[in-house]
């Protein structure tokens, strides 16, 4: 069964050189994209290297991935792939007490 491809990526090991408008840049080619957002440390507000593409399509967001993975961009081997969803965290807050 072939795995589902979701509209966002998530692009890792981004050089720190790497802006949103670049990695923008970057995968527009591919398609119409939504957001391009790369991840900053809360307190420098430096790139982490890694961020999050979304595009428009799940096919544009497939070719963006075929075609990026492992390729080198500024200088740094990047790779793509489907974003995973990421679920609320639940609090069970009952307790069993005797």
């Known amino acids: 069964m072939a795995k589902r491809i ?3 990526l998530f692009v890792s090991r981004l050089s720190a050189y790497t802006t949103d408008q670049s990695l923008r840049q970057l995968f527009s080619p591919f398609g119409q994209i939504t957001e391009a957002r790369l991840i900053r440390d809360q ?3 430096r790139p982490k290297g890694f961020g999050f593409i979304t595009f428009k399509s799940e ?3 497939h070719k963006a991935l075929k075609a990026l993975n492992g ?3 500024d200088g740094r081997l990047i790779f793509v792939e489907p974003a995973k969803e990421v679920e609320a965290p639940t609090t069970n807050m ?4 005797a």
């Open 6 to 8: 979701t509209t966002q």
């Open 43 to 45: 307190q420098t507000q």
């Open 59 to 61: 096919d544009d967001a």
């Open 71 to 73: 390729k080198i961009v």
């Open 94 to 97: 009952t307790t069993n007490k």
